[in-house]
């Protein structure tokens, strides 16, 4: 069974452009989540979709981030401009159902800004 | 605000020797907890697990253990190997599925 599937796997933007990252969860979970994780920390949650709603995005900065998953199975993260300050590791995770604890990690996208 | 807390950023063990990795946590409305493991240029993996209603979980070289008063838990490993060199993420979740990570600590086993 595939795992989580995450693209691009590194990207190098200048600021200001635009950037996404696509994820493709473990075939049958329904609860989608992005996290981002700074050099040195531990992940930090942005949005979490059970199908295709998105019942917690609070860390989610709305001015230049958003997502979706509109057929409640793959997801688009998205920022729009890039900072310096977004040079980070974007995580994908899914899980079977909320509440079930155990999330299951995409390898995670790389993303550069200079 | 770090509501799961990994104080000690590296830890170094020998092989063959335990290694005790801890972690602390303030929110009281957490009820489950987890360790993953990282390896570099990977996502994190699932390793263990404990819910709220237990104090020890084990599962071969690997042993959660929690103390609910002091709102703390730790992982052992006994006998650490060198393949166990990573970093080791605390993370905890309340009954909304909110889970939060701690920073990590990372672990090397020297042969």
């Known amino acids: 069974e595939a795992g989580v599937v995450q693209s691009p796997r590194y990207k190098i933007i200048e600021k200001k452009q635009p950037v996404a990252f696509w994820c493709n969860p473990i075939s049958g979970h329904n609860t989608l989540y992005w996290y981002l994780q700074n050099l040195g920390q531990g992940p930090e949650l942005l949005i979490r979709y059970e199908n295709e709603e998105a019942v917690d995005d609070s860390q989610l900065p709305k001015d230049r981030f958003s997502a979706e998953r509109l057929k409640g199975v793959d997801s688009t993260l998205k920022i729009q401009p890039a900072e310096l300050g977004d040079s980070a590791v974007y995580l994908c995770a899914s899980s079977f159902n909320s509440g079930s604890g155990e999330l299951f990690f995409g390898e995670g996208s790389r993303l550069t800004v200079l | ?111």
């Open chain 2, 1 to 111: 605000d770090q509501q799961v807390k990994q104080n000690s950023p590296s830890l170094s063990v020998q092989e063959g020797r335990i290694s005790i990795l801890n972690c602390d946590y303030t929110n009281s409305m957490f009820d489950y907890f987890l360790w993953y493991k990282k390896y570099p240029a990977e996502g994190p993996t699932f390793l263990i697990s404990i819910s709220s209603i237990k104090d020890k979980n084990e599962d071969g070289r690997f042993t959660v253990f929690l103390n609910k008063s002091a709102k703390h838990l730790s992982l052992h490993i006994v006998p650490s190997q060198p393949g166990d060199s990573a970093v080791y993420f605390c993370a905890a979740s309340d009954d909304n599925n909110d889970m939060r990570f701690g920073a990590g600590t990372r672990l090397t086993v020297k042969p």
